[in-house]
């Protein structure tokens, strides 16, 4: 299947990729020049009445609902053009461990993080012959094991599902006993969006039909049944049943992100990438799917990683919403698909602080590099990595890095767990 640029389509699965339709951008031009002509004619003249006639013509002739995509409530980044990364040198022959993690400071974006004894054990992991220094030969192998590998490394972000009923909507964010808000998330992501060069740029959406699974509204529905244990519960959002009918175990979420529905529309404050794709996901509506390369069952997937692999992107820098649920999730599937994945923090907001450091724990037990938007800015502009992809290109387990203090609020385990109240400034800059 080709993914062509400017269209957004529906596949025969669960979920679907898209762009917005060269139709659309049409429009958007045309709605741009008659912006620019209310400017000088009044709006109760005939001409601007016509005008707005015209495009909202255009706009109903552009087709259905994949269409939709909200163009007048848009943060736009300005049309960069792709920046030449630069590579690194080769390492030198004769290097003993101390010049050895010295030039290896300028590879790795978080070496401040790493244990003295991690870097020690990948110099040893190459001097073959245990004298203290990398040969030729060694140095060879490291070059072509580790920098020739990074150098070639071409990466996408993929903003996971901030849709406007996590921001301040039905199953907003901030409700969760974590209290974190995803207006902070939004500040160091839209710097990553408007300032980084990425060589592709992804949005998911949980895109769900009004009768969804996962749906605490529907769960005794008549087309599904829980299994006795749950049949007689009383329940309540957040609770974990079990279905006899379709077979599955399932978190009870409030209704979210419905089908055309302002809920599941991204973020008006979320800043957008021209020529951005996008994945719609949970179509279904007897399986939920977190993750935003196929469902909960791994059955249906969607065309995210092949369209990853037609653009030739190797590694992915992962955040959005929710932090411990469909983020983890997206990033767990990307490494089990063999990409270099990294999970971003600070742009990053979930529910249950626990589970996030749950998430933290397992992801960085697979190698899944768990950082900073500091660190993506380093891989954009200076081809820095993070230190689980040089483990992972050198085949060896880094143990766990501590995320940072203040990194997504994870410090802040203790205290209230009532869910509090949501404040939400429309106004709010991003």
Partial sequence: MTVSKGAVFPTRNDLFVGKIS???????????SFFALAIIRSAQSSLFKGAIQLVQSLASATGGADDKMPVDKLVPCPTRQITKRPVFDPFTPGMNYQSFAEQLRTVVSDIDRVPQYEIRRLFETFDVDNDGK???????????????EVNKLNCAIIVVDFQNDFVNGSLAIKKGPAMQDPHEALVPLNKLLRECSFDLVVYTQDWHPP???????????????????????????????????????QILYPAHCLQNSWGAELSPHLA?????????????VFV????????NNGENKSELARLLRSEGIDALFICGLAYEICVAATTREANNLGFYAALVADCSKGLNAEK????????SQRNVAI????????????????????????????????????????????????????????GIKV
């Fill in 22 to 32: 060269k139709r659309q951008d049409s429009l958007e031009v045309l709605s741009c």
């Fill in 134 to 148: 990398l040969n030729k030969t060694e140095c060879e192998a490291f070059n072509r094991v580790v920098i020739n």
């Fill in 211 to 249: 009768n969804h699974i996962s749906f605490y509204e529907h769960c005794r529905n008549g087309d599904r049944a829980m299994l006795p244990m749950d049949k007689g519960r009383k329940l309540k959002p957040f609770d974990t049943v079990n279905f006899g009918q379709p077979k599955c175990h």
């Fill in 272 to 284: 957008r990438v021209p020529d951005a794709k996008y994945v719609r996901k949970g179509l279904n």
């Fill in 288 to 295: 939920d799917a977190y993750s935003a390369f196929s469902d």
């Fill in 356 to 363: 996030i450091d749950e998430a933290n724990v397992e992801l």
């Fill in 371 to 426: 950082i900073e938007s500091q660190a993506v800015e380093s891989f954009t502009t200076e081809r820095k990595v993070p230190w689980r992809w040089v483990c992972q290109l050198a085949g060896i387990s880094g143990t766990e890095l501590t995320v940072p203090r203040g990194v997504n609020g994870v410090e802040n385990l203790e205290g209230d767990s009532t869910t509090p109240s949501i404040e939400v400034n429309d």
